[in-house]
């Protein structure tokens, strides 16, 4: 006579913590946030334990607005992307170890009006330099009216996250 004992698998803690603890991260960000956002995501970056937080606000400038109320939660900078769709709007930031990234697809004039504003809020107000006595173009210099970060260059700065 053989007797069969069967138990019960049971997950190994640490991704059962890391993916409660990516999840509680989104709840506080949804419950913190004005605008809502279309879906939330808590996903596992592939051959990882590492579970990270997805905010997807969809298109339009109401979500843009979301994606720029979040970085301000969370601190962190906004960046833009301009593709044949529109302009990406997304931050992407690690809280406690947990990635995060949310993002909006705008169109370009919403993109403009939603970026000038946030970005020179908090800056004063620049002017443009006088003309001196030389009439060449090149010889008056303008400063940029808004700094962008290129999103290549925060994807290439951001281990472990995924676009």
Known sequence: MTTEITEQTTPTKPPRTAYQAAAALAAEL???AQVLPDSVE??????TDIYGVRLHYGTGLTAGRGVLETASIV???IT???VVA???VECRTTIDGIPLIARALLDPSDAGQLLTTADTADEPEQT???PTADTSPTAVT???AITVRPLADVKATAPGTTA
Request: net charge negative.
């Open 30 to 32: 949804v419950d913190q």
């Open 142 to 144: 303008a400063p940029a």
């Open 80 to 82: 833009r992307e301009d």
């Open 128 to 130: 443009q330099p006088a």
């Open 86 to 88: 529109g302009v990406w």
């Open 75 to 77: 601190d962190t900078e």
């Open 42 to 47: 808590v996903h596992r970056d592939y051959g």
